[in-house]
Every structure is written in C-alpha cells, then in structure tokens.
C-alpha cells in the first residue's frame, strides 16, 4: 500500500478503536450452537452486550436493534421472546428516586449459567473419555499378569463417581428448573468425589429441601453435614432418623 492508503487504512482503524470495543466471551462464539441457539440469536445477544458495555444502554429498543440488525422489528421480537422464555435472558426493573423514573435492563446470569453448565459437562465427559481410555490400556496388563478375563481388572476409583455426579446433575436441573451453575457442579462433584455420600443420600436430601421449600444448596449442604455427624448412611437411616427427631429425640 501506498502513503496515502496507508494514512486511510490507519484513520478507519483509529475511528473503529475510538467508538470502543466490546468484550464477548469465546464461549458464546464457540458453543451456541451446542446451547441450540442459532446464529442470528447469537448475534442478537452479542449485539445486547455491546449496547450495555459501548453505548451504554441497558434496553435497547426493537428500534435501535432493527438498525444494527437489519433485522424486522417482528422476527427480532420473536428472538427476544424465545431467549427470555428459554432462560438466556431476563429484564429487571428498577426505579431511580432521585430522578423518579422506571427503568429495565437485560439480565444475561441465564446465558453465563448456561455456559457455564455446558462447559463443566463438557470438562467431565473429557475426563470421563480419558479414564476410559486408561482404562482400556491397563485391561491387557491385567489378562497377562494371569488374572486372565474372569477376574475384572479394577478399573478407575473415579469413573463410577463421575458417571454418578452427572446423572445427579440431571436430576438437580429438573428439581431447579434450570440448568446448574459451574459452582453448583462443582458442589455436587465435592459431595461426591470428597465428602464419599452415596448417591441415595444425597437424592433424599434434595427430597428434604423440597419438602421444606428450600430448594438450595446450602440447605441441602446442612442436611447432609447433620446427617454424617448422626452417621446417617441410606434411606433407613434416614426415616429413623426423621422420626426420632419427629418424636423430639426419643
């Protein structure tokens, strides 16, 4: 390029810089299509984020969204409307008393939970993957060694745990009504990888809080704590247990 070329070249690059830049996460770009998003509402978001973190507007209008989009105000009311009703995206409403107006903004903690929880899945089915495959490697070592294929070759501690945390992080989203957050998952791992509680306990736990309608982890976390301290093991310990404390420890 020449002088001059190289002189427009830099002005449009400086222009675009001083407008600002937004901060997506890769995930998002990555992964929508995993989230079952399609491309033109992974735009949209994107495009909601940059309005918050640019122009500095919370809401922005169909309006405003149409310019940028090129989109119908009907096709993106109907985007809008389906990532609220599939939890990517909320509206809060506030009020400013000193100006005395109403106002909403987008929540996008749906979107990063839902990340989030793909993302911790998608770190256990790699781990899971690999104790497979050393697990495939090691069975020849143990036929060899003359335990011959009648005596099953041990195989990982942590693969049962793992496939157990997963049907368990199924089971919590239904009783939530939403998918977990990585810090969730990472609760439930705990429980299971280092705590040692049996599955079963920790189901008539969540059971527990949704009787008392508690439906949260530090709920559960305090049942399963009093539970090991009364040394509560399976679902019998568990019924005797409630009834003698029904019964005011009798």
């Known amino acids: ?12 690059v400086s222009f675009g810089l001083e407008n600002g830049m937004a901060v997506i996460p890769y995930a998002l770009l990555k992964y929508y299509r995993k989230l079952n998003l399609s491309g033109s509402e992974a735009m949209l978001l994107i495009h909601l984020l ?9 809401f922005p209008s169909l309006e405003e969204l149409q310019v940028v989009t090129g989109r119908s105000i009907s096709v993106l009311a109907g985007e809008l409307q389906k990532l609220m009703k599939e939890g990517f ?18 929540n996008f903690s749906g979107l990063y939970g839902k990340l989030g929880a793909y993302l911790a ?34 195989s990982p501690s942590s693969l049962g745990d793992k496939e157990e945390s997963r049907n368990l992080f199924s089971i919590f989203e239904k009783e939530f009504g939403r998918p977990l957050s990585p810090m969730e998952c990472e609760t ?26 508690k439906v949260h982890f530090r709920y559960i976390d305090r049942i399963l704590l009093e539970w090991a301290r009364n040394r509560v093991k399976n679902a019998q ?14």
């Open 1 to 12: 390029m020449d002088g001059k070329t190289w002189s427009t070249w830099s002005e449009g």
């Open 50 to 58: 940059s309005f918050r973190q640019v122009e500095g507007i919370e």
């Open 89 to 106: 995206i909320s509206i809060d409403g506030d009020n400013d008393e000193l100006r005395d107006i109403h106002y909403e903004r987008y």
């Open 121 to 154: 899945t998608a770190v256990q089915e790699n781990e899971q993957d690999k104790d497979k495959g050393a697990y495939a490697t090691s069975a020849p070592r143990v036929a060899a060694s003359g335990g011959g294929f009648g005596t099953p070759p041990t």
């Open 188 to 213: 439930i791992s705990s429980w299971v990888d280092q705590d040692r509680y049996p599955e079963e306990l920790i189901l008539l736990a969540l059971k527990e809080s949704v009787f008392a309608g």
């Open 237 to 250: 310990d568990v019924k005797t247990y409630t009834q003698k404390f029904r019964n005011g420890g009798r």
